[in-house]
T-cell receptor, first 112, second 112 residues
Framework: DAGVIQSPRHEVTEMGQEVTLRCKPISGHNSLFWYRQTMMRGLELLIY????????DSGMPEDRFSAKMPNASFSTLKIQPSEPRDSAVYFCASSASTDTQYFGPGTRLTVL | GQNIDQPTEMTATEGAIVQINCTYQTSGFNGLFWYQQHAGEAPTFLSYNVLDGLEEKGRFSSFLSRSKGYSYLLLKELQMKDSASYLCAVTPTTDSWGKLQFGAGTQVVVTP
């Protein structure tokens, strides 16, 4: 079975540009999570969805960040406009009901 | 508030045993996870404890004491491939199921 799929794996962009990160959860999983990982702050939950509905977005840093889940097999995390401090590894994870979260390979974002 | 503490780094010799402690103070408790993360890779699930006691999985064991807000991950017969960061994560409350709070991680270095 395919695991969580994320694209792109690496993204380099310039400050002010829009960045869109994509995630395909494991088939059959009904919860999806977006995390950000940096050396300074560790692994932080940004937002999570249950059955395509956003449940908790309290970790989203500011209005420049938005996330959508239009269907059970696809989610996006968008940053507009991007800033150098957004540079991090962004992970998507999925889980089934009360089960373990499985992480995707991550997107390494560099904002110059 | 939420607080999860684990040591920053531990070094051990190949074949030895290492115990990684994790203490937590969270608003409610619904379970504790341990994840392994190799450099440049995604976190991968190791263990889940929801009741007090020891869970054993091959060379890895995890212990939980809910009354003490304490867990440990025991790595036996260390191998070079065990060099990684080990993340303790807590699900703070049943009301926000799925919202994992991660510790900063413990970097384990296995030496020959």
């Amino acid at each position: 079975d395919a695991g969580v799929i994320q694209s792109p794996r690496h993204e380099v962009t310039e400050m002010g540009q829009e960045v869109t990160l994509r995630c395909k959860p494991i088939s059959g999983h009904n919860s999806l999570f977006w995390y950000r990982q940096t050396m300074m702050r560790g692994l932080e939950l940004l937002i999570y969805f249950n059955n395509n509905v956003p449940i908790d977005d309290s970790g989203m840093p500011e209005d420049r960040f938005s996330a959508k889940m239009p269907n059970a097999s696809f989610s996006t995390l968008k940053i507009q406009p991007s800033e150098p401090r957004d540079s991090a590894v962004y992970f998507c994870a999925s889980s089934a009901s009360t089960d373990t979260q499985y992480f995707g390979p991550g997107t390494r974002l560099t904002v110059l | 508030g939420q607080n999860i503490d684990q040591p920053t780094e531990m070094t051990a010799t190949e074949g030895a045993i290492v115990q990684i402690n994790c203490t937590y103070q969270t608003s409610g408790f619904n379970g504790l996870f341990w994840y392994q993360q190799h450099a440049g890779e995604a976190p991968t699930f190791l263990s889940y404890n929801v009741l007090d006691g020891l869970e054993e999985k091959g060379r890895f064991s995890s212990f939980l004491s809910r009354s003490k807000g304490y867990s440990y991950l025991l790595l036996k017969e260390l191998q070079m491939k065990d060099s990684a960061s080990y993340l303790c994560a807590v699900t703070p409350t049943t009301d926000s199921w799925g919202k994992l709070q991660f510790g900063a991680g413990t970097q384990v270095v296995v030496t020959p």
